[in-house]
């Protein structure tokens, strides 16, 4: 099983609010990541978990904040975005071993749409 | 710096062979995968290549790997209309870091 679950699917969010987005995966990988998709571009990196500690903050704002509650589960809390915050968010998982792959296994994604 | 090239943009017909090129800087990478990217959709991953081989091939997909001039090719056998979407190359410098992707090749299948 190398399934990565985003959820929800879709979110649409003023700029006051505060949401979550959520990402899970079973498949025992100790690495977790969150990517922002612009339409047409390739995914680029906001964060990385290593074994449950942030490894990885490419210098995101601050109203973007991750938490990573145990070795399946990644969260992304938002508040206070902005509309060019509007992306498809990407979870995906690895396994850092020396010597395997840290392949990269992605989830479905969040549609994030900032009004 | 580390940067990973790809046409943009690639037209077949139904049935045709497609081949996706990439080029990539980073010569410590260790594996360099391939992505596919249906319309809103997230990211599939279609294969890799261990960086001490040169050939992988996996029913229809084909992918060649020329170290020396760090260039990576994707070959679909017999494209169907289903093989439309974004292909992505991706090389990994460092295990639990960023991937490094190319800007994605749109695959555009006629029939």
């Known amino acids: 099983d190398t399934e990565v679950t985003q959820t929800p699917k879709h979110l649409v969010m003023g700029m006051t609010n505060k949401k979550s987005l959520k990402c899970e995966q079973h498949?025992?990988?100790?690495?977790m990541y969150w990517y922002k998709q612009k339409a047409k571009k390739p995914p680029e990196l906001m964060f990385v978990?290593?074994?449950?500690?942030?490894?990885i903050n490419e210098s995101v704002p601050s109203r973007f904040s991750p938490e990573c509650p145990n070795s399946s589960l990644l969260n992304l809390h938002l508040h206070a975005l902005q509309p060019e915050d509007s992306a498809l968010y990407l979870c995906?998982?690895?396994?850092?071993?020396?010597?395997?792959?840290?392949?990269?296994?992605f989830g479905p994604g969040t549609r994030l749409t900032v009004l | 710096g580390e940067d990973v090239e790809q046409s943009l943009f690639l037209s077949v017909r139904e049935g045709d062979s497609s081949v996706i090129n990439c080029t990539y800087t980073?010569?410590?990478?260790?594996?360099l995968y391939w992505y596919k990217q249906e319309p809103g959709a997230g990211l599939q991953l279609l294969t890799y290549?261990?960086?001490?081989?040169d050939m992988k091939q996996d029913q229809r997909l084909t992918v060649l790997l020329n170290k020396k001039d760090k260039h990576l090719s994707l070959r679909i056998a017999d494209t169907q209309t289903g093989d439309s979407a974004i292909y992505f190359c991706?090389?990994?410098?460092?295990?639990?870091?960023?991937?490094?992707f190319g800007k994605g090749t749109t695959l555009s299948v006629s029939s």
């Open positions: 995906a998982s690895s396994s850092p071993r020396l010597g395997s792959t840290d392949t990269q296994y």
């Open positions: 290549i261990f960086s001490n081989m």
């Open positions: 991706a090389e990994s410098p460092q295990a639990g870091t960023a991937l490094i």
């Open positions: 978990y290593s074994y449950e500690k942030l490894s």
């Open positions: 498949m025992g990988h100790r690495a």
């Open positions: 980073d010569s410590s990478s260790t594996y």
